[in-house]
């Protein structure tokens, strides 16, 4: 075989995103695991372990954030909520952040009723102007930042809970126009 013949490695702008993360995650395992073999037969220092704490904290932040960015992720949450939540890259939060009236999330959980049909959905940002509403909306196929006009819904009763912003004001449905399930306020 000549030089010519022998395979190469694709650039590395040629291999496919979900290729490349599935190899680079099976070959990250078995160092990981090869690793902590070793790393269980040495005495470690208080400096140490907060190192290992922050490279592992790290490590599972990644893994969340591909997981989340591939079909979202799912916690135990009580019966009154949606299990399933979501993340945003640094690349999707850089043009919310300025000018919006609220701080960046570690995780948006969906916002609908537990077990609804359809795409999850979670409100991420206000942004200066009319409805300028952006939500992070997701199923095991998609994930898309979309700008969602408010629900026109209001509740005629005053709010319960003494700490409302709106005292005995209608208090507005807190999700997008059109969505499945009851009103939130």
């Given at each position: 075989?000549?030089?010519q013949d022998a395979p190469t490695d694709p650039p590395h702008d040629a291999v496919a995103p979900v290729t490349a993360l599935v190899?680079?995650?099976r070959h990250f395992a078995t160092h990981v695991r090869l690793l902590a073999d070793q790393l269980g037969a040495v005495e470690l220092s208080d400096d140490d372990v907060e190192l290992v704490h922050h490279a592992v904290h790290q490590v599972f932040t990644a893994a969340g954030l591909a997981a989340a960015l591939a079909t979202g992720l799912q916690r135990h949450t009580g019966e009154?909520?949606?299990p399933h939540y979501n993340v945003l890259t640094d690349a999707e939060w850089a043009p919310?952040?300025?000018g919006g009236r609220h701080e960046r999330k570690a995780v948006y959980g969906c916002e609908l009723q537990p077990g609804h049909p359809g795409a999850h959905a979670a409100h991420v940002q206000l942004l200066p102007g009319p409805d300028r509403f952006i939500w992070i909306r997701w199923d095991i196929r998609a994930r898309e930042l979309v700008t969602l006009p408010p629900c026109p819904?209001?509740?005629a009763d005053p709010s319960p809970d003494p700490r409302s912003p709106y005292g005995d004001e209608p208090a507005p449905c807190l999700l997008f126009e059109g969505h499945v399930g009851p009103h939130r306020y």
């Open positions: 075989m000549t030089h190899d680079a995650c009154q909520d949606c919310l952040a300025e819904a209001e509740r």
